[in-house]
């Protein structure tokens, strides 16, 4: 038989494959169950019906297909739409983003690049402990796929990276180039495997993520392509919030640089929700484990509009009930005048650490995906 | 978006569907990965190199999808070569023969009909406690397969059906009329069930199973279609095993039936394995627990040259490392001219009281697959 999911030993470069752009056309989008109790307030439930929602907005659009372990499927299975497709399968946790392969295609055949994984620093200020289950997702998610692999000896994230499907990286120094990922490599080094593995042609380096994102800063809280040369930049006015440096310094880096086709990059600010505090009732609803960080009430949560995600013919920004969600969801309706633009209350997500783009990965539109026949 | 998967309300018969006989094209087959230590000796290595071996031989015929527990995936993974697909799935044992759906066609599409599962007698005769999990096993394959499922209300295996595709269904009293499956329901009611959601026409009752077997009975033990028209009967001349009568009026029954066509039925005699037992290092292997049937030294084996199995262009059949092997093998040889015939020693499946045809299960050729995208 011919199909084969093989481990390759040459890189996507070498081979003529690189990563698309998230808004290029998906063939469908990968979601993972949220499931535990030390991460998700009240038993996962109140993060459940979210993504729920998530997946039940993003299925109107294209094919969902969630991922859930053995414990939860028949919970999964029942309160998601029919059209959403639910598979089994196990993780320590529901980040998807950070866990799935890295997509990557010659225009012909899809392949997926599966990184190291160690939450986010490991026993050096990751989030949980142990890791070991999300470390194989790509192996599985490539099995279901009848897709090939590369196997990047490089601990990364999905969320650590934006390409513009051009030939451009953006991603955060303070992240990719942390001692707690890659202790024995220098930038250098780094930007080689980047090159070799993303089939990217330039790197645009950021210095510092969102203040306080405990992931040491992944570019999809901070800058995400809308199109080739043209960004979004998590963006405050306010000088007395740290995050104002750390953003002015990115708008300087970024308005300077030009992409791997040469064109200057067109930054649009957008601006961050006022910070937001988790408060006594939700750290409560927490479980205490000795395998994941606590949550404390008072705690500033990442909330960013940054952390959208790409549909076919939409797009999905977080809203956090707040008074800026109605204006960054007008400035998004301005930008993507060709899109459905659906805003959903992510604050349930944001309370585990992260946000919806997080728990979304797209596979790209690839006419030989030979699905699970 | 258009690709769901539905439980229906409908049954296939009224719907236009039917159950393919097992000879024709395949899709792909099915395999469960054995692990459990109470049912399978020495930690299940033995029976996993067999399984192995299985999986690779159908593999050279037609697509294979081994389905393992989130324990063994990477075990399995690195034991089956790369044109095996490997998914998580979690079961309380292997036998996907009986725990998988059934599935039907109208010709274009493919759905599966999922039964009540429960370990072949549940707590009046069954093999092991719990089998919830085995029991969504359906639920899970049919997600897969974007393949719509029809919920049946009885409980039925399908190793204890065998059908010629053309209307007609060979099963046996013992089984599937046995109070320790489906007990307020009588014959006529049962009849009514099998003519729904198979959409056969005919049955032709055979009394009892296979001497010993513990399943009450399994058709495909005892009586196997080799084409519409014509079986392989399970057969001894020796009068003083009890399998003698089991055998003699089992022939009598199939020489006088008809089919659904109105054919006679051609029964070729195929010589089971003379009586082979457990012994002593054999049944030491198997870890004692509350949740399995013991096995014990000097157990009769339910051995037998019916549980073979159909792949694309060929067929595998079981061999026993005794006398009788090449005696059956040189049978399959004569009838099947136009397959490829492979013998495969499966005694330690048969230590868990199955062959191999209890090992797999054939997912219909269907234009219409939709796979997983």
Redesign the interface.
Known sequence: ??????TLTTNPYEDGFYMPAEFSEH??TLILWPERRDVWRDGARPVQRVIKELASII???????VGVT?DE??NA?SMLP??V??????YDDAWIRDTAPAFVTDGKELRGVDWEFNAWGGLNGGSYFPWM?DN?VP??VL????ADRYKASITLEGGAIQVDGEGTLIAIKDCILNPNRNPNMNQTEMEQMLYNYLGIKKIIWLEKGLYLEENNGHVDNMCSFIRPGEVFLAWTDNVNDPQYEISHNAYEILSKSVDAKGRSIKVRKLKLPEPLFITGEEADGIELSEYALPRIKGDRLPASYLNFYFVNGGVIVPGFNCAEDEVALTQFKEVFTGRTVIQLNVREILLGGGGLHCMTMQ?PMCNS?????
């Open positions: 038989m011919d199909i084969k999911m093989r063939r469908a299925a109107k659009f294209e094919k969902v297909i053995r499927f028949l299975r029919e059209n497709s639910v598979f089994e399968i196990s289950l194989i192996q599985k099995e279901w796929l009848h596979i995906i030979k699905g699970i026949l």
